[in-house]
């Protein structure tokens, strides 16, 4: 991930931090979804709503299709709204970095007492997923 790469994740979580300190906590997340998208757009950023997902098997497209809260600059975006992050939400991002090819996601709950957001970075060659931190996220950038 480049150093431009990881910026746009710190963007996004920007946006996010300012919806949740505008809205509070505990609303249903499409109210922070709408938000989101208002904000992002305020501030110039070019975010797309409900990301369609396909999933193909040996070339041949599925007709499931997924739909990501937002995609943004290579960055698939999911948004919860409960008392605490579940293996079940962090699966379902992992899923569609891996479903998608993308290699950035984050994922936001507005049901904590303060914002809660995990980054991370998709690594196809292995299928391993890195959760990045204030500890370990300049590992990861490269230029």
Known sequence: MTKQ???DMYDAVGVAM???NTLGRGLDE?????AFALEA???GMDVEREKRLR???KGVELQKVFFAD???KGIIIEFKSVDELASEHRAQLLNYLRISGKDRGILFNFGETNLHSERYLYQPQSDEFVLLTHDNYRYYITD
């Open 30 to 34: 499409h109210i922070y979804q709408e």
């Open 70 to 72: 937002f995609y943004y």
């Open 5 to 7: 790469e990881y910026m």
């Open 18 to 20: 300012e919806v949740y």
């Open 41 to 43: 757009n305020m501030r």
């Open 55 to 57: 999933v193909t098997y």
